[in-house]
């Protein structure tokens, strides 16, 4: 089992760009949830994914859209990339019937780079 | 809207001595509890987690954490820290029928000879 996957690991843009992030989910698992974490900060709630549609939606802006895949896989775009949306991005994934009750189990990250 | 604070930025112990990590979380009712562990360059890995029942929660590589209603708290422990322990450490609160899991914002361990 290759756990969740993300590509890519490393990413530098420019501001004003667009940059589209990719996760493959764990076997079994049907729900992606995406985390923006800042240098030094916790994981943020950026939203989930569940049955190809956005089920729940944290504190980001529309800048931050998502995308599920039939075979459960995501993507996470942001548009007009500015300075402050450099971070790590992590993508969890789980079983999606019982809410934030079930294990998220976490991807290594794409480090965002935005200069 | 639920919350965690980690109020230890940076936490220094000697290899072998015992560890306890702060954690206290802010909702009206029975949350669920997480911690996970990051080590530089990794994603998180789910220690323990407290759904309900026995408030004494067992996790992996020699982990435990207690739930204390009256505190709001799930402190984090550990009886002998081993080097490889070094890591940074988050406490996590998720609610009931709703996705979202709210982090703190992190305790670093560091483990010295």
């Known amino acids: 089992d290759a756990g969740v996957t993300q590509s890519p690991t490393h990413l530098i843009k420019t501001r004003g760009q667009q940059v589209t992030l990719r996760c493959s989910p764990k076997?079994?698992?049907?729900?992606v949830s995406w985390y923006q974490q800042a240098l030094g900060q916790g994981p943020q709630f950026i939203f989930q994914y569940y049955e190809e549609e956005e089920r729940q939606r944290g504190n980001f802006p529309d800048r931050f859209s998502g995308h599920q895949f039939p075979n459960y896989s995501s993507e996470l775009n942001v548009n007009a990339l500015l300075l402050g949306d450099s971070a790590l991005y992590l993508c969890?994934?789980?079983?999606?019937?019982?809410?934030?009750?079930?294990?998220?189990?976490f991807g290594p990250g794409t480090r965002l780079t935005v200069l | 809207a639920q919350s965690v604070t980690q109020p230890d930025i940076h936490i220094t112990v000697s290899e072998g001595a015992s560890l306890e990590l702060r954690c206290n979380y802010s909702y009206g009712a029975t949350p669920y509890l997480f911690w996970y562990v990051q080590s530089p360059g990794q994603g998180l890995q789910l220690l323990l987690k407290y759904f309900s029942g026995d408030t004494l929660v067992q996790g992996i590589k020699g982990f435990e954490a207690e739930f204390k209603r009256s505190q709001s708290s799930f402190n984090l422990r550990k009886p002998s820290v081993h080097w490889s322990d070094a890591a940074e450490y988050f406490c996590?609160?998720?609610?009931?029928?709703?996705?979202?899991?709210?982090f703190g914002t992190g305790t670093k361990l560091q483990v010295i000879p």
């Open positions: 969890a994934s789980s079983l999606g019937s019982r809410g934030s009750g079930d294990e998220q189990f």
């Open positions: 996590a609160v998720g609610v009931r029928g709703y996705q979202k899991v709210t």
């Open positions: 076997s079994g698992h049907d729900t």
